[in-house]
C-alpha cells in the first residue's frame, strides 16, 4: 500500500523547469540561487534552470548575473523582458 502512494505522489511531481511529469527526477544545486531543484536528465544536460528562477536572480543579484542564461536562453518559456527582473 505505502509503495503505491509514493508511486502516486512521484506521478504529480515535475521537473522543475519544463513541467513534464519524467520517470527520473535528479535533484540539482541552482547556478543562480541557493536552492535545490528537481530536474530532469534532459534539463539537466542542457544546464537549463526554470524561468522563475532566472528572474528571481536577476531581481535579487542584477541582471549581470542572469545575462548568460538570458543570452544563451538556458530556461524555458518565452524570452525573459528586462521589466521581468526590475523589482
Known sequence: ??????????????????NKSKN??????????PV???LCKSCTDNKLEPRW???LA???YGSDHVKEHIA?????????????LLI
Open 1 to 18: 500500500m505505502k509503495e503505491s502512494q509514493e508511486a502516486k505522489i512521484m506521478d504529480r511531481i515535475l521537473c522543475y523547469c519544463c
Open 24 to 33: 527520473e527526477l535528479a535533484t540539482k544545486k541552482s547556478a543562480l540561487l
Open 36 to 38: 535545490n531543484l528537481l
Open 53 to 55: 528562477i532566472v528572474i
Open 58 to 60: 536577476g531581481r535579487q
Open 72 to 84: 544563451k536562453k538556458r530556461y524555458l518559456g518565452v524570452d525573459i523582458t528586462a521589466s521581468e
